[in-house]
């Protein structure tokens, strides 16, 4: 999956977790859950199991009301809407004939829901399933018939599997060897895990093959997991799609199923779908039949799959088009008037497919495969196998409406699920403590891709600014996670899709890919997808196919395992220390775990980590060489004493930082560094990826206190001569906390004539004017240039961007007729926005409404919150809680983070979300959406008693949150103790620089 791309790396593609499963936290829920057993106990008393059955089944749907606009009482007359030609009166007899009594049982011991593992007794190899799902309005729901050949491993009496708001009708077990029925004695629905239990009479046998046949009706809910509706307009005609998102656990809402990665199966699937509509699947459609009872549906047939898990099974039901590359047998699908839009994606796609199969040396095993945009989903794309599903802004791409750089996400996401379906699809990781391998892998080799098919974008270069060192800010904290890490429920499976597993596990995966060369990693890698196919495997597998590579080749002599095992085991990561004695020449390497709050660990952290170091000197220059030269294993320092450098020569270590760590040097060093890159004519004699690397790194140790502030504010000022992307942009973010934290205090006046000088000559150079085919990295410099520096109100900015918008308002037919450049629009629109008031919001809110482009629409979203019209901020707020109101549910964060991203807009966001809880709750129904906005919302709190109120809010409204919510108080603590620490040494190094700038300005 690919996590949804939100501006200031929010975390939102994480799972939608659904209070309706959380049986022990929301408030609600816990009443309504009472409700539950105590109806259920009181009819139990005096009822038949008739009556118990159909009441069983209603309070899942009643959860579900809470969290959506659809109305579903539990009431036996409105079941009847559910349009089982059908089987109601009948089902229901044969469930009697089968099931004597049917139980409920609800832990009531939180603990106890931990244990969410299948038992093992049973495995699925074969499902035929068959759905007809009805889309309409008033009917939101599906009939579905599961036929599942179950093989017994151990000798069991009971069949235990997922289902989660589904009804069951009919259920019968047979053997399959001579189709004799088994009976079931009782049926036990274990809601909190998710399970329904089948207690048989006869003891089912071990080897034996038996076939579970049920038939059963679920809701085409509108949460965007499982079998979901969404709704679209064309024309200003209303139309309805149905659709499935499953990872991680919501299979089980489609269908019965054995809802575990590693319990792979055959699938043989049949969709229903109404004649005016389409279907499409995991594999090809082999047949098509008219419906046997509705005659205005028919039947689409698909092949039987290859071993797959539940969570990749997906099936679609669109009105949408297509366009296909034959020769390829890819196709890309999308709203029919979005359709010209996947052109780039059908380009590009099938040229990664092609890459990747040479990449991994196994051909792709399905016979086609499908890319459609969808107008409403969670997460940024699913990498289903065969049918690939994506948020539309992350595979529509619209030459000369969307922004040169949206063209590189579509290619960065597409190249991803592409990965996915070997690395993930083909192989499994067994449990989704592994799942950092999976999305670890795809993450990084989506550069490796994209960087083999589009050469000119330099994708590697910037794989340093998105994976390394944004996530060591989330992992520089002491409530940050190992990487492998173990998880039960569904929440906390949802939680570890996190930049820990994408970001840190791509980069350990890069810096493995380093220190063991190209031929070693491709071919270990070849080797463990050969070995594991069709299956499922562990991290160790991976390892000891990586370390047989490596011996065989004599390329690496340690055990791949161990190595990995101290980056993937451990939370965190180190920093460097390098030592240098001018006078012998011996060099010190010391390491520790980097924390942000320095004191946190009590310096009692015993971690240690295999360390590879690459370094170079001023004689060397040696920036291409990133195979290490020397190793820390697991050592807490080594000295070394053959390194040849003169004194007076400055030592740079981590080329182009393909290491996992921060390095510190001493002050000698770090002097020598400042006095390379404020020289004008010798700086770039640094490698690029190594500036922004010396950038972020002293920022971030003067920020955690390791390295005195003046001395990486020193570092900073050589960027008044840095020309490039790279390095530009790590200075822009590492300055950029310093602009948050210094935005409600007196000096940033100060700070933004710093900044200003720093930019003014690259604000020059890259200009308003843009030349036809510019390259990706350029588009996105003069984006992050030109809106820091009408952040920072430089003057001619704010003229030029006022001027664009506002001729854009004056034109007769706005939405047709903009000639603002794609690559200025968001600098423009905010700027517009920002400077004017109601009219001018008003008038990018209405284009909003208007526009179909998925990235136009974003972007408007985005700009909406630079207003400084309080009024229109709690507006923009309000409206994006109301279904009617145009604004997606999954674009809820986008306007938060929109509003909060501004000194006058995060208190106002902040107090919205404190007094709109329990409707913030209800309407996004998700707990990964509300841990998103409350890290937007409180990225810019400093002080002692905005951290207290915090604290208050958290203890009372959302301590259930879990790690998330843990690390936005400890990110706030850092914040206050930032400002204690640091705030006077920083203000004082800027009214120095002050001070000597206009000396300079006078003279
Ligand atoms: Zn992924």
Known sequence: MTQGREPLTIMDGNLQTDF??????????????????LVIFALALVA?????????????????ANVTKYEHICDQSKLLVIPLSTENSKSVTLVESTTNTVEITTSENENAVKDVRLPNNIKPDRYILRLTPYIFEGNFTFDGEVSIVITVKNKTNTVTFHGVELSFHKIE?????????????????????????????????????????????????????????????????????????????????????????????????SIARPN????????????????????????????????????LVAFVVTDFANMTDSKNNFSVWARKEALPSAAYALDIGPKILKFLEEYYKIKFPLPKIDMIALPDFKAGAMENWGLLTFREIAMLYDVGVSPTTAKARVASVVAHEIAHQWFGNLVTPA?????????????????????????????????????????????????????????????????????????????????????????????GITDYLNAKKFGDAEQRDLWSALTNAARERKAFDADVGVVMDSWTLQTGFPVLTITRDYKTGVITFKQERFVLINDTLDGNNSSVWWIPVSYTTAAEKDFLSTRPKLWLRGERSIVVENITIGENDWFIGNIQQTGFYRINYDQRNWNMLIKILNNKSRFQEIHPINRAQIIDDSMNLALSGRLDYRTALDITSYLSHEKSYVPWKAGLVALGYIDTMLSKGAYYLEYKRYVLRLLNSTVQELGWEIMTNESVVRAQHRVDL???????????CLEQAVRMYTNWMLKH????????????????????????????WNFAWERFLAVSVPSERELLLSVLGCTRAPYLLYRYLDLSLRNDSGIRKQDTVRVFSAVASSSIGE????????????????????VSTLNSILKVVTRRLNQAHEYEELKRFVSESCSDLGRPVLQVLERTAANVQWMEQNYQTIVKWLLAVDKSAHRVTDA
């Open 813 to 840: 037919n706005p939405d047709n007729d903009n000639d603002i450049h794609a690559d200025l629009r968001s600098t423009v629109y905010c700027v517009g926005v920002q400077a004017g008031n109601a009219r001018e």
């Open 173 to 269: 077990l047979y053997k399959k060897v001579d189709g004799k029925a088994v009976k079931i004695v009782r049926r036990t629905e274990d809601v909190p895990r998710q399970f329904h239990i089948l207690t048989t009479a006869e003891d089912l046998i071990a080897g034996q093959q038996y076939v579970l046949n049920i038939t059963f009706t679920g809701i085409l809910n509108d949460n965007l997991h499982g079998f979901y509706r969404s709704l679209y307009e064309e024309k200003k005609d209303k139309r309805w799609i149905a659709v499935t998102q499953f990872q991680a656990t919501d299979a089980r809402r489609a269908f019965p199923c054995w809802d575990e990665p590693a319990l792979k199966a055959k699938f043989t699937i």
């Open 276 to 311: 005016n509509l389409t279907s499409i699947s995991n594999m090809n459609i082999v047949g098509r039949e008219a419906h046997e009872i509705l005659s205005d549906y028919t039947w689409d047939h698909y092949a039987e799959s290859l071993p797959m898990s539940t969570y």
């Open 20 to 37: 309706s499963t959380k049986t022990k936290r929301g408030v609600y829920l816990s009443k309504s859950l009472t409700f539950v057993i």
């Open 431 to 523: 449990w989704w403590s592994d799942i950092w391998l999976n999305e670890g892998f795809a993450s990084y080799v989506e550069y490796v891709a994209v960087d083999a098919v589009e050469k000119s974008w330099k994708l590697m270069e910037v794989f340093v600014l998105n994976e390394v060192q944004s996530v060591f800010k989330l992992d520089a904290l002491t409530s940050s996670h190992q990487i492998s890490v173990e998880v039960g429920n569904p929440e906390e499976i949802g939680a570890i899709f996190d930049k820990i597993s994408y970001g840190k596990g791509s980069a350990i995966l890069r810096m493995m890919n380093h220190f063991l060369t190209d031929d070693v990693f491709n071919a």
């Open 907 to 926: 208190p106002i966001a902040f107090n919205f979300v404190r007094a709109n809880w329990q409707r913030l709750k209800d309407y996004v129904g998700s």
């Open 48 to 64: 038949t199991a008739f009556i118990v059955y159909n009441f069983a089944a209603c309070p899942r749907t009643d959860h579900l």
């Open 786 to 796: 030109l809106s820091t520096a009408c952040h920072l109100q430089h003057v001619e």
